[in-house]
């Protein structure tokens, strides 16, 4: 027999005192558990065995306290199950009672105590029914809250997405209004979808008889006429039609002999400041003039003003004799003279005051002067033999019925074409030309600085005839025209297409070039230049000759009119 269970009168007790009891098991079942209180205070209680005894509903009762369903009941089982039993007590023991953790001993402990600890307001380890309640109130509350979450969260994606469509729609119809108008490509002009140019009007302005007036209306613009006749600080009263007052623009730039002649005529005076920043001169210009000459770039610009002539040179200024005289008188200091007069000193801040002004290439300080190619070199040319009548370029094999020209005429230059290949060193200097109207041909010059003679022969099948020897001095002293016999004068770049010529030993290509012009104006008292100018081009980006071209190569009877270099 089981020892006595001394724990047991007082969960007997309880489930005794409460009315939900009396509800749940009858009172008739009440008595018969107050009997078997003497038994359950002095052993266990095996309910199973006393099933017919304790009755139906007290049975029922009991074996719902066995977890374990093992038909009997001892002291822990009647513990756990103590506290719960006192919660349902009336009057003040109701809100005071509660469940604490000894009634879930058979649970995970670290789940039941984050549980009572959740809804634990007090803190005492218990929860009674007011926590319970307060538990549910906030509970209540959450989903409330979460429910309004929600509706919010639903109300944001339609909002969301209301605009995305009535951004689009936006701008589905400014694209089709800027349909409606269109920019022309080649001018920039507006036009309507129908061609009509797109007009609009000034809310200040009107033109009135040629003249730019102000506007007529009721609104306080600073430039309309006052309807009574008053006039204000701030506002421009009389007729109607008087003209808006303006005054010419003063643009300040730098002067230089490269601003193209389409700039210079809208400049209409020159300042000159000193160093002191307080002595100045101001110098009206009358007119303007420019001339290709030996200078910087290539050519001079001659500014005309009432006290006299100033000569642009790049960024260089001279002044004539009266002009100079004047500003000398002014405190203007002037360096030594040259050909084109004073030159003013430097230090000077010199600015052309211009009426218009627009962006343009500045590149005369940038250009390097041309030069001879650096020996050792291999060049291959066409040169141009000009035709000084048609006759000239006809063919003994012309008949009545039909004229033949020359092998090698080029109708667009009028001219006869061969080749030449030049290979130049220290030492020697090699001439190899062909002739289209001797294919098979080759005659060779070879100049020899060291032995100081000249071979000349004709090749032909590889051997070699005719040879002579020519006069050295004839020969180097015409070779003694080098860039250094001239002056170059800058005059800008150029694209040159590709050229083609039909020769009898196969097409001759010439390939398209970007290139720099330069016009050779001969140095005076120079011995080996030529007595003509020369159009002088050579490749922008490693500065060899393309193409030399003799002026009035004709009229002079040259044998060679122009040169051009293939590579």
Request: contains cysteine.
């Amino acid at each position: 027999m089981s020892k006595p269970l001394g724990v047991l009168p007082n969960a007997v007790d309880a489930a005794l005192e409460s009315e939900e009891l009396e509800d749940d098991v009858g009172s008739s079942s009440k008595a018969a558990l107050t009997r078997a209180a003497t038994v359950v205070n002095y052993y266990t209680l095996p309910y199973e065995e006393q099933k017919d005894k304790l009755g139906e509903p007290l049975y029922k009762f009991l074996k719902s306290l066995d977890p374990k369903n093992t038909g009997v009941l001892t002291s822990d089982d009647i513990g756990k199950v103590q506290d719960i039993l006192k919660v349902h007590r009336p009057g003040a023991g109701r809100q005071s009672a509660g469940i604490s953790m000894d009634a879930f001993d058979d649970m995970d402990q670290d789940v039941v105590k984050e549980i009572i600890s959740a809804w634990d307001a007090n803190g005492d380890g218990r929860v009674s029914l007011k926590e319970i309640k307060s538990a549910a109130v906030a509970a209540r509350e959450k989903n409330y809250q979460m429910r309004w979450l929600k509706m919010l969260v639903f109300g944001m994606l339609i909002l969301a997405l209301t605009m995305t469509v009535s951004n689009f729609v936006t701008a589905y119809f400014a694209i089709e209004l800027a349909k409606e108008v269109k920019a022309e490509r080649n001018s920039g002009t507006l036009k309507t979808s129908d061609g009509h140019t797109v007009k609009t009007a000034s809310a200040e302005f009107k033109a009135q008889n040629g003249m730019l007036v102000a506007q007529d209306g009721s609104g306080t613009r600073r430039l309309q006429a006052c309807a009574n006749g008053d006039s204000s600080k701030n506002v421009t009263c009389g007729a109607e039609t008087n003209a808006l007052a303006t005054r010419p623009a003063e643009i300040p730039k730098t002067l230089s002999s490269t601003i193209p002649d389409r700039l210079i005529k809208e400049m209409a005076k020159i300042t000159i400041t000193g160093v002191d920043k307080i002595s100045h001169m101001t110098i009206h210009i009358t007119g303007f003039s420019r001339a290709l000459a030996p200078s910087k770039c290539g050519s001079l610009v001659y500014l005309s003003s009432q006290h006299g002539t100033i000569t642009l040179d790049d960024t260089d200024l001279h002044f004539d004799a009266s002009l100079a005289a004047r500003a000398e008188n002014l405190g203007i200091e002037l360096g030594e003279m040259s050909a084109m007069g004073r030159r003013l000193s430097s230090g000077f801040m010199v600015a052309g005051l211009f009426s218009f002004f627009d962006d343009y290439e500045w590149e005369c300080s940038s250009v390097l002067a041309p030069k001879s190619p650096t020996k050792p070199y291999v060049m291959h040319t066409l040169k141009k033999t000009p035709c000084p009548t048609a006759a000239a370029c006809n063919s003994k094999l012309s008949t009545a019925s039909g004229t033949v020209t020359l092998p090698g005429f080029d109708e667009e230059s009028n001219a006869v074409v061969s080749a030449e290949t030049i290979v130049e060193t220290d030492k020697f200097v090699l001439s190899i030309r062909r002739f289209a109207n001797h294919p098979y041909q080759q005659r060779v010059q070879l100049v020899d600085h060291v032995q100081k003679n000249v071979k000349t022969f004709q090749v032909f099948k590889g051997e070699g005839y005719f040879c002579q020897n020519d006069s050295y001095a004839a020969v180097v002293d015409n070779a003694t025209d080098t860039m250094s016999s001239y002056f170059p004068a800058y005059q800008g770049k150029a694209a040159r297409p590709e050229m083609q010529f039909h020769l009898p030993w196969g097409l001759q290509t010439v390939p398209a070039r970007n290139v720099r012009v330069f016009r050779l104006q001969p140095k005076p008292d120079v011995d080996g230049a030529l007595p003509l100018p020369v159009d002088y081009e050579d490749d922008e980006t490693n500065l060899l000759p393309t193409q030399l071209s003799f002026i009035d190569a004709r009229e002079l009877d040259f044998d060679v009119e122009e040169i051009v270099v293939q590579n």
